[in-house]
């Protein structure tokens, strides 16, 4: 490699680190806000609890933001060579520009690498153990769900209201039952009450006392002319409260996409030795399809690395900007249009007969070729 080589090399490496760097966070942001944030303020989650399960949305972030990343940094880097002319005395010193672009290109195919390290590995392991950390930290603070003086809403069909609670004893307690229609059909108050968590059940568990009970009528709670008497317990029946669509006890289900590469490879080889019952075919052919759509498109993903990076090449020497903001323009547009189409195909996962395993690779396809008619046309200049 030579001291050109160097240069160009370097200064790509270094951009294109920053842009992955930025969009990672642009990745992780969102993620963090929709999974943790709501736990964190109920104080279901301590700060190094967070703090490791951040660490694991990293790898998710970054399959997500290599090929953006790539192809911001090569955008930025060589369009601000082009903008300052150094492309231009490269070429009038003799070289060629496919011969310029061989560092660029060297990254690329190194990016292509690190994706398929963590689309395949990475990222899969990090998924597993991202939720079942978080499962974990949750079922160990699974009491901190009642909290007190607020109306929790997270429960289906049930309102609940504490104003005093202190560990698991609770006072002042209301709970409300509602139906399909969100009306209430029964009303709980109680002067004080216990919670316990049930770890075979993943239940929480009330046990009300000095409690009164006010029954509607199922057909029209509205009408309280059809209100039954309200009745009063010392002690009452244990009210129990399921916490499945928060977490599930036992092992993480591993999904698809969670598999590393020689689980789905396993997984490709039971399903294609199934033998389909009579009026099945269509549905196993589906799941098998949609097990070969992930498996394809991680090996997809990483290849995007490089076709990203090769369009962007006569991109930036073509536009010449050394705006910033133009760039990550150029860059976002480019990134949707393959996610878009990709997205496109995937969404053909219930229809085995049009191949979507194979239709999977057309963003991919479609961006090389147009890369390398940009490098044709360019050289002719």
Known sequence: MTLLDRYI?????????????????????????????????????????????MLLLVPLAITYALPMG?????????????????????????????????????????GSGVGLYFNFDSMPRARVEY??????????????????????????????????????????????????????TRLVRAASGHLEYDDAENTLILTLTHAQVETRNDKNPESFADTSPIVSFEKSEPVRLSLNRFFKPGSVRVKPDWMTFSQLRTERVRLAARVAPPGQAKDYAREAMKLELVYQDKF??????????????PLGIKVSRRETS????????????????????????????????????????????????????????
């Open 9 to 53: 090399f370097r200064s790509v490496l270094y951009t294109c680190a920053a842009a992955v760097g930025l969009f990672a966070f642009i990745v992780l942001v969102p993620n963090i806000a929709r999974d943790l944030l709501a736990y964190v303020l109920a104080g279901q989650l301590s700060t190094a609890a967070f703090g490791r399960l």
């Open 70 to 110: 790539l192809l911001t940094g090569v955008l930025l880097t060589l369009g601000r060579l082009s903008a300052d002319h150094e492309i231009t005395a490269m070429r009038a010193a003799g070289l060629s520009l496919p011969r310029l672009t061989v560092p660029v290109l060297f990254l690329a195919v190194i």
């Open 131 to 184: 939720h079942r950390e978080l499962a974990d930290a949750v079922r160990a603070n699974s009491l901190s769900f009642i909290e007190e003086k607020t109306f929790i809403r997270t429960f289906p069909g049930y309102v609940v209201y504490v104003n005093e609670k202190a560990g698991a004893e609770l006072k002042d307690f209301w709970l409300w039952e509602l139906d399909d229609q969100k009306r209430v």
């Open 300 to 313: 997809n993903t990483a290849l995007a690395v490089f076709s990203l990076a090769l369009i962007g090449v």
């Open 326 to 381: 133009a760039n990550f323009g150029v860059a976002l547009l480019l990134t949707l249009g393959y996610y878009l189409l990709t997205v496109a195909v995937k969404a053909l996962d219930r229809h085995p007969e049009y191949r979507p395993d194979l239709l999977i690779w057309v963003p991919n396809l479609l961006i090389i070729g147009i890369g390398v008619w940009l490098f044709t046309r360019i050289e002719k200049k």
